[in-house]
Each structure stands twice: as C-alpha cells, then as structure tokens.
C-alpha cells in the first residue's frame, strides 16, 4: 500500500503546541508520510525565531515559507495572506499533499486554505464551531469551515455548531482538545524548577500572563495592556510571567508596552515562546493565569488553575468554573485576582479524555484509504432532517 502524504501546516508557538501529538503520530505511522510545512511568526526573529523548536524536537521541516510583511497593521495582515496563496500555491504544485492539516482561527490560514481548495487537496480543520465574539478571529474560523472537507471539533456543541453551518455529519467529529492530549502525557517540570528556569523567587507565587489583541479592538490594544501593567502593579505580591502577544495586528504595541514595564521591574519576565513543556509546567504551578488566551480556556482549567479572562476576546466559548470573566480595567483585575486566593483548584475535563491524536490519525487515514473523498460538498440543511 502506498504512504499518504499529510501536510501539516504551522504558523505559531502556540499552534504547533497543539498540533505536536498530531505531527509525532503522522512521523511514527508506517501508512503516512509527513510534509511538515512551517510558516508565519515561526519564521520572525520578533516571536523567538520558533522554527528552530521545531527542528530541536526532531521533526524533518519539508518547505519554510515566509509570508509575514513589516509591521502589524491591517494592511500587514491582508499582504500576509497574500503572500500565504502565492507560497503555498508555489508549494502545492512542486509538492502536492493528500491531505492538508490546520488548525484555529488565524488569517494568515484562509491564504493557506484557499491555495489548498484550488489544488483540490482535502483540508482538515481542527478547532471548527467555536465562538469567540470580540475577534475577527470567528470569521476566519467559519470561513475556514467552509473551505475544509473534514472537521475535528473540542466539544459536541462545537460539533453540532459545524453542523449547523452546512457541514455532512458523517465528516464532523467531536474528538476533544489536543492541549488536554498534551497536559495528560506531559511530565511536568517540579515547581522548583520551573521557578529557577524562568527567574522566580522560590518563595514569591507567580501568575502567567498572555494578552493578545482582540482585532476588532485593535485600537485599544495599547491601552488595554497599559491596564493590565497596572493591575500588576497593585498586586506586586507576585511575580509575573509574561509571554509576547501573537502576529495580529496589534501586537506589535502589546509587546512594547510589555517590554517597557519588565525592563523596569525586576519580579516581571517577558519571553517570546516557552516551547510546550516548559509553558505547561509554568501554568501547572501558577497561582493563577490573567489574559485572554484560549490556553486560559482550555488548558488552564483542566490543570485546576485558576484564571483571569479578561475583555471579549474569548467571549461565546464554553468555560469552566475556574475561569472568572472580568474588563480589562485596573480595579475589575485586582478584585479578580483577590477571588482566585480562595478559589478551589479542582482540575475541569470539558475538553476530552487526551486520546485527540489517536483518534484524528484513525478517523483521516479511513478516510484517506477507503476511496470515499469527495470534495463535492452539498450542503446539509438540519431544517430538512
């Protein structure tokens, strides 16, 4: 039987997080062969330069593809995704996959997606149906739904959701999280030395902050973190570790004002990328976690951490009890961060049992090797059913 290319596309920290069991499944199966294919922040010297993560876990990079453009504006993005069809219309034709993999809601992905729909090649979405109201962000996720032929939602409402936009239930899958496959295989880092690892008092707590733009906010991007800075600084009983905001436009700013407040405070560290054990292990011993990340959604909660979410950027995901929902204003922190004290650290399991990968690799390799592909797609009205 001949090997199945799968493509896997990344474009940052996070997302390749995420997508490593996936990745580690494809390269140990004797069925497929992996086209790993890395592009976006991996590949700026601004978010850590993590292309070099990638290839010190072992994995074989088959295309790098730059299409980041100076500067964070909305102009950037649009010439980002430009240049994401052109490289990956270039990369499909010398080296064209079976099947394509992404995952998320990142624009520079619709590039990928619509090179990947006019090649014909079968796309997999990962993290399809979710709502995330206060970004722009939601769009691209539907829209990449779209575009895609199978789907591998988090959570049955997720599923249904996928399902409502017109996708065939026989190609929609509720699997759970891959960031819960990674925290229930992962072994931890001791707090100790986590704590020596990133320059933590041994006797100081520490929280984890990660604050991404919310773009359709973009403009106050800057003021929003300015207001986190402060909260920090009424509450210096903890140390703080921060981790640079993504490529969205936007972030740029984020990380200026972040660089700022950390070069004159010395229980504060700003870093681009942790890589996924060490970020993991940080957000094990936290005393809490304040941003908006969807990791404070996801992986947080289900480690029983207690969570800081703070403004829209999140808002319509489902959300565990640990997670308190506040503005991003100065006072509403504070008051937030003096409810996580009492609050019981019991781990959330809303978002799969850690078994994703298994169960990703099955489903697409039936799909890929009984011939019943067919890309086109009617649309499934539930009114009908």
């Known amino acids: 039987m001949m090997k199945k290319k799968i493509a896997v596309v990344t474009a940052t920290r996070a997302e390749y997080g995420l997508l490593t069991p996936v990745i580690r499944r494809i390269t140990d199966d004797q069925d497929l062969e992996l086209d790993l294919i890395v592009t976006g922040g991996h590949l700026a010297e601004k978010q850590g330069y993590t292309i070099d993560a990638i290839r010190e876990d072992g994995f074989l990079i088959s295309h790098a593809i730059p299409i980041l453009a100076e500067g964070d504006g909305e102009y950037e993005v649009s010439v980002a995704m430009s240049n994401a069809i052109r490289g990956f219309a270039d990369?499909?034709?010398?080296?064209?996959?079976?099947?394509?993999?992404?995952?998320?809601?990142?624009?520079?992905?619709?590039?990928?997606a619509a090179a990947a729909m006019n090649e014909r090649i079968p796309i997999v979405h990962i993290h399809g149906g979710e709502v995330t109201e206060?970004?722009?962000?939601?769009?691209?996720?539907?829209?990449?739904?779209?575009?895609?032929?199978?789907?591998?939602?988090?959570?049955?409402?997720?599923?249904?959701?996928?399902?409502?936009?017109?996708?065939?239930?026989?190609r929609v899958f509720n699997v759970g999280a891959l960031g819960i496959?990674?925290?229930?295989?992962?072994?931890?880092?001791?707090?100790?030395?986590?704590?020596?690892?990133?320059?933590?008092?041994?006797?100081?707590?520490?929280?984890?902050?990660?604050?991404?733009?919310?773009?359709?906010?973009?403009?106050?991007?800057?003021?929003?973190?300015?207001?986190?800075?402060?909260?920090?600084?009424?509450?210096?009983?903890?140390?703080?570790?921060?981790?640079?905001?993504?490529?969205?436009?936007?972030?740029?700013?984020?990380?200026?004002?972040?660089k700022?407040?950390?070069?004159?405070?010395?229980?504060?560290?700003?870093?681009?990328?942790?890589?996924?054990?060490?970020?993991?292990?940080?957000?094990?011993?936290?005393?809490?976690?304040?941003g908006n990340s969807s990791s404070g959604i996801m992986e947080a909660p289900s480690l029983g951490v207690p969570v800081i979410n703070v403004g829209d950027r999140q808002k319509g995901r489902i959300m565990a009890n640990a997670i308190i929902n506040c503005p991003v204003e100065r006072d509403a922190v504070t008051e937030a961060i003096k409810k996580t004290v009492s609050m019981n650290r019991m781990p959330s399991h809303i978002y799969g049992d850690g078994n994703t990968s298994i169960?990703?690799?099955?489903?697409?390799?039936?799909?890929?090797?009984?011939?019943?592909?067919?890309?086109?797609?009617?649309?499934?009205?539930?009114?009908n059913q």
């Open 134 to 170: 206060g970004a722009v962000d939601d769009c691209v996720r539907h829209a990449l739904t779209k575009m895609s032929y199978l789907h591998f939602t988090v959570t049955e409402p997720y599923r249904k959701r996928v399902i409502q936009l017109g996708e065939e239930p026989a």
């Open 260 to 290: 700022k407040y950390a070069d004159r405070h010395v229980h504060v560290r700003l870093v681009s990328s942790l890589g996924t054990k060490r970020y993991l292990s940080a957000l094990k011993h936290a005393a809490f976690v304040l």
């Open 359 to 383: 169960k990703i690799i099955r489903i697409m390799k039936r799909f890929l090797f009984d011939g019943t592909i067919n890309l086109k797609k009617g649309f499934y009205d539930i009114q």
């Open 181 to 258: 496959e990674n925290i229930l295989h992962t072994r931890f880092l001791n707090e100790d030395i986590i704590k020596s690892d990133v320059g933590v008092p041994p006797d100081m707590p520490y929280a984890v902050v990660t604050f991404h733009p919310v773009t359709l906010e973009r403009s106050m991007a800057e003021e929003q973190a300015q207001e986190l800075c402060a909260s920090m600084e009424m509450n210096g009983d903890y140390f703080y570790l921060i981790t640079k905001a993504n490529t969205d436009a936007g972030g740029n700013a984020v990380n200026e004002v972040w």
């Open 91 to 112: 990369c499909f034709r010398s080296d064209r996959p079976d099947m394509l993999v992404i995952l998320g809601d990142r624009t520079e992905m619709l590039g990928v």
